[in-house]
């Protein structure tokens, strides 16, 4: 099984600053990876697939870059709705496996 | 819209079974992979299996396997998981997810939630 690591754990920034999220894998997962957004008792939300690609509907100030087994998510300049736990996930192994997340708050 | 309503969830002990159903609608349910994602309290997201788009391939994470079957009915548009000896540890919210392609989920239902316990 493919293990995901997230880091940081908790970021905390001020709206309109950068996020930086960054996502590591036990070994390559290609650029199959994705990231989801999560806020507290909603069910996740597609942000990027296959590593670059936003999903219907995502803002363009979120972005996914990386290959292999270092990925990035950058939110370019945080609105006050992208404070949420941010999750990446791999689907190049099954099963897929989801890293332990990233908790944007509100500095 | 896309719209994916889970059911069947609620209290159940140790070793016991409940069905969940994930009733689609707004899409061509039998176009698109279908699998259930899973959430402990106050923990990360776990997949737990996912089927073809004709049933003809099913997949399940090594925790469950033998205890739970993921089943669909295209001609009801509806997607079911079938829980047998359920432990503590399966205890969590259970999400239905369309997946965009395999793997990926890219619409996802509010969740049903399982608690198993005594």
């Known amino acids: 099984e493919i293990v995901l690591t997230q880091s940081p754990a908790t970021l905390s920034l001020s709206p309109g600053e950068r996020a930086t999220l960054s996502c590591r894998a036990s070994?390559?997962?290609?650029?199959?990876l994705a990231w989801y957004q999560q806020k507290p008792g909603q069910a996740p939300r597609l942000l990027i697939y296959?590593?670059?690609n936003r999903a219907t509907g995502i803002p363009a100030r979120f972005s996914g870059s990386g290959s292999g087994t270092d990925f990035t998510l950058t939110i370019s300049s945080l609105e006050p709705e992208d404070f949420a736990v941010y999750y990446c996930?791999?689907?190049?192994?099954?099963?897929?496996?989801f890293g332990p997340g990233t908790k944007v708050d509100i500095k | 819209e896309v719209q994916l309503v889970e059911s069947g969830g609620g209290l159940v002990q140790p070793g016991g079974s409940l069905r969940l159903s994930c009733a689609a609608s707004g899409f061509t349910f039998s176009s698109y992979w279908m699998s259930w994602v899973r959430q402990a309290p106050g923990k990360g997201l776990e997949w737990v299996a996912n089927i073809k788009q004709d049933g003809s391939e099913k997949y399940y994470v090594d925790s469950v396997k033998g205890r739970f079957t993921i089943s669909r009915d295209n001609a009801k548009n509806s997607l079911y998981l079938q829980m047998n000896s359920l432990r503590a540890e399966d205890t969590a919210v259970y999400y239905c997810?369309?997946?965009?392609?395999?793997?990926?989920?890219?619409?996802w239902g509010q969740g049903t939630l399982v608690t198993v316990s005594s």
């Open positions: 070994q390559s997962v290609s650029s199959y």
């Open positions: 296959d590593a670059s």
């Open positions: 996930q791999q689907r190049s192994n099954w099963p897929p496996t």
């Open positions: 997810a369309r997946d965009t392609v395999e793997g990926v989920a890219d619409d």
